[in-house]
């Protein structure tokens, strides 16, 4: 079963607008973590924002934030004021502990963003 | 402070052959992930090393591929016998810590083509 779905597989938004990019999980864990990474034309993979599940606030790094709704399992990337250089396929990923020990990220299917002028 | 450095960035081989991925660390990092990312889709955990360890090795194929992290030295990810469905992007990342928070900081990929 898919453990992180990103429902959304391209968007296109005007430049200088905000975007929404859906991301929903599922776990039976209590403390996990959430990441967004971009990967734009270039191929690497670029951090962008962290949510704790215990974090009470939603995380916030410059433009992006992310709207983490616990109960509905869903945490979704904001991106406001879009610029050009935007445009790159978003990844969300969950961490989930390994059977021996350490964690590994689960990562969704991406959601390409194409960024209008 | 250098990122997790990869090399090389781009390897072509044939079928039949070798690959040999490399990937070194942030500094002070000691635990390495590897993963794959065939196109279009998003990255897929393969192995989890630490030095001269591999902790956990279960989105490992079971043949062909294997993984070391020597204590000295980069980590190496081997593919034998490489065939045209290993052609994919393969990251490797580190981090300091095993658990906690612990970003994963990624290194720029090596992109595997098999004629």
């Known amino acids: 079963a898919q453990k992180i779905t990103q429902t959304q597989p391209g968007m296109f938004v005007q430049e200088k607008e905000a975007v929404t990019l859906d991301c929903t999980y599922d776990?039976?864990?209590?403390?996990?973590?959430l990441f967004w990474y971009k990967q734009p034309s270039s191929g690497e993979m670029i951090f962008l924002i962290y949510?704790?599940?215990?974090?009470?606030q939603n995380a916030t790094e410059g433009r992006y934030s992310l709207n983490f709704q616990k109960a509905r399992k869903s945490a979704n990337l904001v991106i406001s004021a879009s610029q050009l250089g935007d445009s790159a396929m978003y990844f969300c990923?969950?961490?989930?502990?390994?059977?021996?020990?350490?964690?590994?990220?689960?990562f969704g299917g991406g959601t390409r963003l194409m960024v209008k002028p | 402070n250098a990122g997790v450095m990869q090399n090389p960035r781009h390897l072509v081989r044939r079928r039949g052959q070798e690959a040999r991925l490399r990937c070194s660390p942030m500094?002070?990092?000691?635990?390495v992930y590897w993963y794959r990312q065939l196109p279009e889709e998003g990255l897929k955990f393969m192995v989890y090393?630490?030095?001269?360890?591999?902790?956990?090795e279960s989105g490992m194929p079971k043949e062909r591929f294997s993984a070391e992290f020597p204590k000295e030295g980069p980590s190496i990810l081997r593919i034998q016998q490489v065939v045209r469905g290993d052609s994919a992007a393969y990251f490797c990342?580190?981090?300091?810590?095993?658990?906690?928070?612990?970003?994963?900081?990624f290194g720029p990929g090596t992109r595997l083509t098999v004629l």
């Open positions: 990342a580190s981090s300091p810590v095993a658990g906690g928070h612990n970003e994963q900081f």
């Open positions: 776990t039976s864990d209590q403390s996990y973590g």
């Open positions: 949510q704790g599940s215990y974090d009470e």
């Open positions: 990923a969950m961490r989930e502990p390994l059977l021996g020990a350490g964690n590994m990220l689960t």
């Open positions: 500094k002070g990092h000691s635990h």
């Open positions: 090393l630490q030095k001269e360890n591999i902790i956990d």
